[in-house]
């Protein structure tokens, strides 16, 4: 792995929780300097400005995470600093490889990564996509990348949008179903707190069941639900007409759909 330094345009939650999960998988901090208006600082002695360099950033990994309708304002800011030697890294929802290109003509490599805030903790998912995944820097990424967790290429641009639809925004879907089975406790009569803390342990405990099994998901549900038991009687409300599935997959249509209206605004 080259010690390129990792340049973090924009260092808000995502890219926050990135850093920190690149901390806690030791990467050394002295690879890392943060561009953010406010110039908060990271902590952990690493490298803070408000203001994008004056020089070039050379052979480095440049990471941009500000929002996707900053992209038109902020790249021509930047692209005198990037050079052939220059990755550049967009974790922005939708922007695409074209569009990417468009703002940085003349950046060596351009990738998008799709991370989620799991990341923090090594346990996030990581989607990947390169104009050249077998070309420059494309390896140092996805080795940076798998750093956080599961890092998967995407082989066509299509899907990213649904990428970042499941495993980008996924967490979020989680943690509502989370909620949810927490105030279903609450509702009949458990303690608030009580219940919040079983139900958060309860998605823990499964998914690491589920992802150290074999088996489904489905087939995992049926080992829960003991014939003529009471989880076959919670599980028909949900598969009732395929309420659940139905209801996700129209949550995934919204947010793979606000994704590709993002990707519009930014051509624009
Ligand atoms: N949140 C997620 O779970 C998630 C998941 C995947 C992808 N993303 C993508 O990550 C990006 C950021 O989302 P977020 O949730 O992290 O938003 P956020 O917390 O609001 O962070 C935005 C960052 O952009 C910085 N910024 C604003 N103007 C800038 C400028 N002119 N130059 C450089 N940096 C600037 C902000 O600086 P200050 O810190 O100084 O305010 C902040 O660090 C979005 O493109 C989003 O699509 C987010």
């Known amino acids: 792995m080259s010690e390129l330094p990792i340049w973090l345009i924009g260092c808000g939650n995502m890219a926050g929780a990135m850093l920190a999960g690149w901390l806690v998988a030791d990467e ?14 990271f902590g952990s002695g690493i ?11 050379g052979e480095a990994i440049v990471q941009i995470g500000f929002k996707p309708h900053m992209l038109a ?6 692209r005198s600093l990037v050079g052939p030697e220059t990755c550049i890294v967009s974790i922005l929802a939708g922007v695409e490889l074209a569009t990417l290109r468009e703002a ?3 950046a060596g490599q ?22 050249d995944e077998q070309g420059e820097h494309a390896a140092d990424v996805a080795t940076l990348m798998a750093k956080l967790g599961l890092a998967e290429w995407i082989a066509d641009e299509r899907l990213f949008d649904v990428v970042t639809a499941l495993s980008g925004s996924g967490p979020a879907f989680v943690f509502r179903f989370m ?3 927490a105030r279903g406790g609450e509702a009949l009569g458990l303690d608030p707190a009580q219940a919040l803390r079983m139900a958060v342990e309860t998605v823990r405990g499964a998914a690491e ?7 489904r998901p489905a087939t ?21 007409d395929e309420a659940l599935a139905k209801l996700v997959h129209a949550t995934l249509e919204a947010a793979t759909s606000r994704n590709r209206e993002m990707a519009e605004e930014a051509r624009r």
Do not use: C, W, Y
């Open 47 to 57: 490298s803070v400005q408000s203001h994008l360099p004056q020089s070039g950033f």
């Open 179 to 181: 909620d949810a089975l």
């Open 110 to 131: 351009i990738v998008r990564a799709m991370p989620n805030t799991p990341v923090a903790l090594g346990k996030g998912v990581v989607g990947l996509i390169a104009e």
């Open 220 to 240: 995992l549900a049926d080992r829960v639900a003991s014939p003529g038991g009471s989880t076959r009687k919670g599980l028909d409300i949900l598969d009732d």
């Open 104 to 106: 940085f003509p003349d």
């Open 73 to 78: 304002d902020i790249a021509p800011d930047m």
């Open 209 to 215: 069941l589920a992802g150290q099994s074999d088996e």
């Open 28 to 41: 050394p901090t002295d690879r890392f300097r943060i561009v953010r208006p406010s110039g908060v600082p």
